[in-house]
């Protein structure tokens, strides 16, 4: 069990995407399939990490989920403004789940921690979730959040010994901060997306 690192991240995406499309392309598709079903997810990332959001979009659209992103929204102005905010705000109510793609940039990011809290009064604490990323060959900086907030993470095959006996199976999981008794519950992504 780790933080992904961003090579691990954009490893999974180079797994999953045509290579003959840019990252635009790839952004843009997503934006016309985001408006043939119903958004579930409202995901806050910092706006010039195109890589990492195509990453991690294309690993919720293979689990069968649709995504938003404001910036792909043709409802929203042009120039940033009150409108943008309220707009912002109405989309993170309106979506199921709201998952923070946990960057470095995005933990500095002012828009990105006002979406958090907005999410926190909204969806906490079954329907929110931080996607940590961290640079290669570093920590995590944004601990403290992972001390409030359920994560997103990948399970090795044996990393996790389960409570019940035997280990948890490879894949993605949603990880509750550590409670008082010192037990952290792990859901499966797929499942925690569909509840």
């Known amino acids: 069990m780790s933080i992904l ?11 999953t995407r045509v ?9 843009s598709e997503f934006r016309k399939e985001s408006q043939l079903g119903k958004t ?12 990492e959001l195509d990453s991690v979009i294309s690993l919720l659209k293979k689990i069968g989920v649709n995504v938003y992103v404001d910036w792909l ?3 929203m102005p042009k120039n940033t403004s009150g409108v943008t905010a309220a707009r ?7 979506n199921k789940k709201f998952i923070l793609l946990a960057t470095e940039g995005s933990i500095s990011s002012k828009w990105c921690n006002w979406e958090l809290g907005l999410g926190d009064v909204n969806k906490y604490d079954k329907d929110i ?7 290669d060959y570093e920590n995590f900086s944004g601990s403290e959040y992972l001390q409030i907030y359920p994560r997103i ?40 997306l569909t509840k």
Do not use: C, M
């Open 19 to 27: 290579f003959s499309k840019s990252i635009n392309e790839s952004l």
């Open 129 to 135: 979730a931080i996607f940590p990323i961290r640079n």
């Open 88 to 94: 912002i705000k109405e989309k993170i109510v309106e």
């Open 40 to 51: 579930t997810i409202f995901l806050s990332h910092k706006h010039d990490e195109l890589a």
């Open 153 to 192: 993470e990948f399970v090795t095959k044996n990393s996790v010994l389960r409570k019940i006996g035997g280990y948890f199976d490879e894949g993605y999981y949603v990880i509750t901060p550590t409670n008082n008794e010192g037990v952290s519950y792990y859901t499966k992504l797929q499942e925690w």
């Open 73 to 75: 929204d043709s409802g």
């Open 5 to 15: 690192s961003k090579s691990q991240l954009l490893e999974f995406r180079n797994t």
